[in-house]
């Protein structure tokens, strides 16, 4: 199994940035998709970037341009880079990952089979 550890989050003003991350521990190596989710009351979960085992990336539209996910294997650890940020990016965050690498641009969360235990992020 893998566990993961969110920090970093906090409050910012809208135009400020933060940068996310994520320690994993355990049979990281047997990751091939890690993910970065948030979640606001009352609605759902949504994946808004992941990456694969080559490096490929992918973003939800409301955060393209503006968040950049990236990993450090020789740290077990997954970044979130959060830029230009807005009152809607409030939210908690979660990062999670997968041991299949297939469809991971989908982002579905579903898919995912570890999570941490998330980390808010307030923009005002």
């Known amino acids: 199994d893998v566990q993961l550890v969110e920090s970093g989050g906090g409050s910012v003003q809208a135009g400020g940035s933060l940068r996310l991350s994520c320690k994993a521990s355990g049979d990281f190596a047997k990751t091939y998709c890690l993910g970065w989710f948030r979640q606001s009351p009352g609605k759902e979960r949504v994946g808004i970037a992941a990456?694969?085992?080559?490096?490929?990336?992918s973003y939800a539209d409301s955060v393209k341009g503006r968040f950049t996910i990236s990993q450090d294997n020789a740290k077990n650890t997954l970044y979130l880079q959060m830029n230009s940020l807005k009152p809607e990016d409030t939210a908690t965050y979660y990062c999670?990952?997968?041991?299949?690498?297939?469809?991971?641009?989908?982002?579905?969360?579903?898919?995912?089979?570890?999570w941490g235990q998330g980390t808010q992020v307030t923009v005002s």
């Open positions: 990456i694969d085992s080559d490096g490929s990336t």
């Open positions: 999670a990952s997968r041991r299949t690498r297939e469809a991971c641009a989908a982002r579905a969360a579903s898919d995912f089979g570890e």
